[in-house]
């Protein structure tokens, strides 16, 4: 299980909800089929689950890459639960703080949208064998409250984007010059509007 989809499972555990074992299952289920632009990149639909009646994942990745090898992902998490912006980042930050603890890398920023309805968080995960460091992968996502039909739930679109092994020291370098790009381009994005299809 990728880094991504692992902290949002462990996020949406703490808000209640269970997750199933992973699958291949590509099923189209949010009115959101792709492909997506991100920074000029196409993300196509690669991977997708309903781990509980209320809760959606889909995950789109640029041609030629797989969910639990990737160099670049789009995901879109959607909860349908009546709760805030403010309440389902606090669950993250929650989560990311308890991570800290084991993982030395783990760090992350908030930033709220000047109207107060969206949050954008952006964070840095790592994985280490043996105290040496294996994958790590830099996330941002943006938080928004929307409308399903006659209830609110809570959109998660997220970007994330990972280095492995030798090439992880270059990426870090990197990563002071690329992250306020990423996050500009996360801010500009459309959002995909979800339809739900029960």
């Not at 992973?22 to 492909?35: A, D, L």
């Not at 994942?57 to 912006?85: C, N, R, S, W």
């Not at 092994?165 to 459309?190: P, V």
Request: aromatic letters at 10%; a neutral charge.
């Amino acid at each position: 299980m990728n880094l991504l989809r692992k902290v949002l499972v462990i996020s949406f555990l703490l808000c209640g909800y269970g997750y199933n074992t992973y699958s291949q299952n590509v099923s189209e289920r949010i009115g959101i089929p792709g492909p997506l632009t991100f920074a000029n990149d196409q993300f196509s639909l690669a991977w997708s689950d309903k781990p509980d009646v209320n809760y959606y994942v889909q995950e789109y990745l640029p041609k030629g890459q797989d969910p639990d090898h990737f160099k670049q992902m789009l995901a879109i998490h959607l909860l349908k639960k009546e709760m805030t912006v403010d309440d389902a980042v606090a669950v993250k930050v929650a989560e990311l703080n308890n991570r800290k603890k084991t993982d030395p890398v783990c760090h992350y920023k908030l930033m709220k949208s000047p109207d107060g309805k969206e949050m954008i968080l952006d964070c840095l995960l790592g994985e280490s064998v043996n105290d040496k460091m294996t994958v790590v992968e830099f996330i941002i996502y943006r938080y928004k409250q929307v409308q399903l039909g006659d209830s609110k739930g809570i959109l998660l679109y997220a970007y994330s984007k990972r280095s492995y092994g030798d090439d992880i020291t270059a990426f870090l370098r990197s990563l002071g010059d690329t992250r306020i790009n990423d996050i500009n381009t996360m801010i500009g994005a459309e959002l995909p509007v979800p339809n739900i299809k029960e």
